[in-house]
């Protein structure tokens, strides 16, 4: 039988159909893995420091910085309002930011967050 579109026999597609179906798997594979490899470079790791009390009465202060790409201001965002959260949760209050300084810009440079931030009784 001959298939009108390829131009070919069956038997023809099968014997060199196979071979170019796993050259394309691993072409996506190899394609696949440099795109992990790739935005695992990209995902640095984030710190903080300890929360520190001020001289007001529930207020405190907490920084947090990340590297590696351009949301790396988004994980020190992230792990900064994570610490000012537990920090109340564990006293059984709630957060209320105050305020918020960042820094950093560039693409592969660290980045930072200073919180300040309150704890108030949860109603």
């Not at 490899?37 to 907490?62: P, R």
């Not at 949301?71 to 109340?88: F, G, I, K, Q, V």
């Amino acid at each position: 039988m001959f298939n009108t579109v390829s131009g070919r026999m069956p038997e023809q597609e099968g014997a060199t159909g196979a071979p170019a179906a796993r050259n394309a798997l691993s072409r996506r594979a190899r394609a696949f893995i440099a795109a992990v490899a790739a935005c695992a470079s990209l995902v640095g790791c984030a710190s903080s420091s300890d929360v520190v009390a001020t001289s007001k009465a529930n207020s405190y202060t907490v920084a947090a910085s990340a590297t590696g790409g351009r949301l790396a201001w988004a994980r020190a965002h992230e792990h900064a309002m994570n610490e000012a959260r537990d920090y109340c949760e564990r006293r059984g209050m709630q957060t209320s930011v105050t305020t918020e300084t960042v820094s950093g810009v560039q693409g592969l440079t660290e980045h930072g967050s200073s919180m300040s931030f309150e704890c108030h009784p949860k109603f």
